[in-house]
């Protein structure tokens, strides 16, 4: 559940943004043409990309270039909700702002390779300017678009002073990218994820229809069908070959419910987790 939100615009787009969320909770995201820089100030998240996904600490920031992500706010001991701040990069409001001076690393977008979305450990300069913007989001009437440009210009600056500046900017370069992923590769990256067959239709960007009928021409079955087979199938070579618990098995596939893993296991061996573990351990799999 949002608890609380604030947001500040530039040239008629969102740039600045805090958000207070209580877990558990997921939302949604499309970037087609901009980047973000996503920061947890309390809390954890999960983030999911087409083809991965990573967890995010308090502290931690996420580079993310152009694409469509999933999140889950989840829960942490160190705090009951999480609180996170994102900052917005749209490539035309960038050339806007820095007008002439545009950075040499940022003027030939088309030519850098893709990289993916990166973690981004904190750092003294990175804390104090999350600091100023909390200190504009709690003082929003002092804020103006020359402010907004400027934060906006201290970021990149931020990002690009590193122990390895060449690589981060790269990746600043490379955020505008747009990246060409294979249906079957999200598909497959996305396996165990818990992701509902909607929510792997928005990281494939295609409608629910569409993703369907796509995923019945690439596998010949139902996404609901391939999707708990594999799930189930990796399930039944965890519990013979480690000695997780069944709990753990259940999670590492993918099911958040252990007595729908234990019904769906049921219903596919005719036996329950357990049992397959003690009368199939020595017997090989298929």
Sequence with gaps: MVKDHWQFDLYGKKIFEKVVVSPPFRFFYSMPDEACFYYICQGKNRIFAPTGKVEVDAEEGLVMQCGNYLGDILSSQLSEHCEAIAIHLPIDVLRMIYDTEFPDFLLHVNRVKPMNYSKYKSSELLKNYIDSLQFYFSNPSLVN?????????????????????????????????????????????????????????????????????????????????YIRGRKLRKARKLL???????????????????????????????????????????????
Excluded: I, W
């Design 145 to 225: 678009e020359e402010l907004l440009k400027l934060k906006l210009k201290e970021l990149v600056l931020l990002l690009a002073r590193t122990n390895n500046a060449e690589a981060v900017q790269q990746l600043l370069a490379s955020m505008f990218t747009s990246v060409e992923v294979a249906f079957k590769e999200v598909v497959e990256a996305n396996l165990y994820n818990n992701l509902t067959t909607d929510e792997l239709a928005k990281l494939t960007s295609l409608s629910l229809s569409s993703f369907k009928r796509e995923f019945a021409k690439h596998y010949k079955t139902s996404p609901a069908k």
């Design 240 to 286: 013979l070959a480690t000695d997780l618990r069944v709990s753990e098995v259940a999670f590492d596939c993918g099911f958040t419910d252990l007595a729908h893993f234990s019904k769906s296991f049921h219903k596919s061996y005719q036996c329950s987790p357990t049992e397959y573990r003690l009368n199939l351990t020595n017997k090989p799999l298929d």
